[in-house]
């Protein structure tokens, strides 16, 4: 119904100005042809409106270094999906399109209603260069029946890190193949984001990264692998292998996001449910990482108002992003729509909730050599080649030098 | 004008034609890269003054900071053993196969042939299939280890420090072995077979055959073989970013996987070109033996 409304208001649009629409083509590339940026595009491209939007799938590890070289070579789409961190570096340096004015302009996008957190991720220096595709966050997913049969209540799955880590020693059973949790503290932004929120909650943050209490969290990673309680590839895995792990009964508990859950329902043969991330003890702080992308206009497009109507057209449909791809809306005041199955419905609760205590990751123009210093921090621990605090030390103070 | 034309057609000018063409292409698509290479090692480059065609001098620095970098040592070790462990790996393996094959038993020809597939695979294809071999929990080599009971647990070769070089060595070996083979095998075939019958007569054993007719016969072939082995070696890339990402915690970085992650993960370009500055000065004397072992081919 959306739709249609959309589409006579933006036929009207046309109309009203008399002129005959001409045909353009807008090229958008994003890392998965299935995201909801890509199917939006599609439709949008099958509205008579006159703008085609060609879409190039480019992996997810690629996509930052292919775009910076596109951008260096001028030869960058008109519209990209970008991860979230990614997002000030381009702008930062007038990579994006300032949409601030058309912002205010507009009757559908209300940039007020967007989430501090991917508000901040898509401003710099007070200006708007993009919207939100969506909002996720990690969390913690347990197989229910691996609890019950290690005899653990699947009714009260761990709270803190300690309880974390006997359950982890409960649920693993090597004779069966199953380690007891999945993460992934692979070299890559997807470990950064991994880590980060269990740095938060020990206190730190990632231009703090060596405050007290960041070593507890590395430690508790440590021990996971050295006790043999996660897979030893978790260190070269991503998010996406881990899960699959957890999918196919060989982890009894995964960390990781909302993106998985429709393939979760689909392929797990067994009962799961979602919790928060432990804290650190008690009554502890809560904290989680805010992932998912943004969506941005190039600068040098040739045609800005048709990729910002496409903006337009995405904003329009956001209430789809929950139902349909199992992301959490970034704007406020976007119902949860029921998806039919009562372990997604549940999930939401408890993405939701933990979305509160999401952080951003920057903003910053140099966010991926920041993060990189993480990386290196945490995998010399985990593989034993430093001590904790040292590699911490060290981190804190080549971010210092990168942020100063 | 028509002598130009004349010695163009059928005098030294149509020499001189031939080595203008060869040498402007050089310059243009080889000379050119190389010197801009060089020259940004010397400056501050970032992604967004890439398309700049100045940069900010940056002198010595990105030189100083290669060499200060805590990696840089680690990088340079795993790099020697990583080179010189797939050249002399490939090479023997490659000559063993070379030998044998030469043989000529029914189908050896084929069979030669079928090796070759191997090579011609893209480099990241290769990459794949090896990670899903060398994975840790359900990988192929982990239980054909098992199964011969010659390993206890899994060995998790692309997460562990201390295997994680050595994962993608196995599969580069494995990868270049063929191409030595093929080279290998064209220099058996040109020695002359007469050479052989002779020394058999004169009482001869295949091994002092071997070493005193095959081995200085093919001098030629293997200096060629050795110093494109180590240029290959060198140029491997696709297969860490398909095994190990130079992980973790960069044990199995090597010079031109690190050089790439400065450049295009770091986007610190002038960095990324110092390796490539130093590593073309180890390329180019390692071309200059490949130039005197074919210069060498020739008066033969």
Known sequence: MTRLVYASVLALMTGAGGAAAQD??????????????????????????????????????????????????????????????????????????????????????????????????????????????????????????????????????????????????????????????????????????????????????????????????????????????????????????????????????????????????????????????????????????????????????????????????????????????????????????????ARIDAAAQVFTEQLSYARNRGPHPDWPRISQEIQTAFQSVLTGQAEAQEALDEAAERIDGIIN | MTRILRSLRDGIGFDVMLVIIALSYLLVFAGLPLIYNVIISFQTVDVFSLGTLWHPNAGFDNYRAIFDDPLAGRVLWQTIVFTLGSVALQFTLGFALALFFHQNFTGATWIRGLFLAAWVMPGLVVGVLWNWLLSGDFGVINHLLESFGLIEDPVFWRSNVETSLYAVLIANIWYGTPFNMILLAVGLAAIPGDLYEAAELDGANAFQRFWTITLPMMRATIGAVLALGIIFTLQQFDLFAAITQGGPAGSSTVAQYWSWQLSFREFDFGRGAVISVLMIIVVLFVSLIYVRSTKAETQL
């Open chain 1, 24 to 341: 353009v083509t807008l090229t958008l590339w994003t890392e998965s042809a299935t995201a909801p940026e890509s199917v939006f595009a599609q439709e949008f491209s099958a509205i008579d409106n006159g703008v085609t939007i060609e879409i190039r799938e480019i992996r997810f590890d690629d996509l930052v270094t292919d775009t910076l070289r596109a951008v260096a070579t001028g030869t960058n789409p008109d519209l990209i999906a970008i991860d979230n961190p990614d997002h000030a570096a381009f702008a930062s340096r007038g990579a994006f399109l300032d949409i601030t004015d058309q912002v205010a302009a507009s009757d559908v996008i209300d940039i007020d209603a967007v989430f501090d957190g991917p508000r901040a991720s898509l401003t710099w220096d007070g200006r708007i260069y993009g919207i939100p595709r969506a909002s996720n966050t990690i969390a913690l997913y347990y197989n229910r029946d691996l609890f019950a049969a290690a005899g653990l209540d699947p009714d009260s799955p761990p709270r803190t890190w300690d309880e974390l880590l006997e359950a982890a020693r409960a649920l693993t059973d090597p004779e069966n193949d199953v380690y007891g949790i999945a993460f992934s503290a692979r070299a890559s932004e997807e470990g950064t984001f991994q880590f980060l929120p269990w740095a938060q909650m020990a206190g730190g943050s990632f231009d703090n990264i060596n405050a007290e209490g960041v070593a507890d969290a590395l430690a508790l990673w440590k021990a996971f692998l050295d006790e043999g309680l996660a897979s030893p590839d978790t260190l070269t895995r991503g998010q996406w292998d881990s899960t699959g792990t957890f999918n196919g009964g060989n982890a009894a508990m995964v960390i990781s996001g909302p993106w998985e859950l429709g393939r979760m329902a689909s392929d797990a043969a067994f009962d799961w449910g979602v919790t928060l991330l432990p804290v650190r003890e008690e009554g502890g702080v809560r904290a989680s990482a805010l992932g998912d992308f943004n969506l941005a206009i190039f600068a040098n497009t040739d045609h800005p108002d048709e990729a910002f109507a496409f903006l337009e057209y995405y904003m329009s449909q956001v209430d789809r992003v929950w139902p349909e791809f199992t992301r959490l809306p970034s704007v406020a005041g976007v119902a949860l729509a029921p998806t039919g199955d």
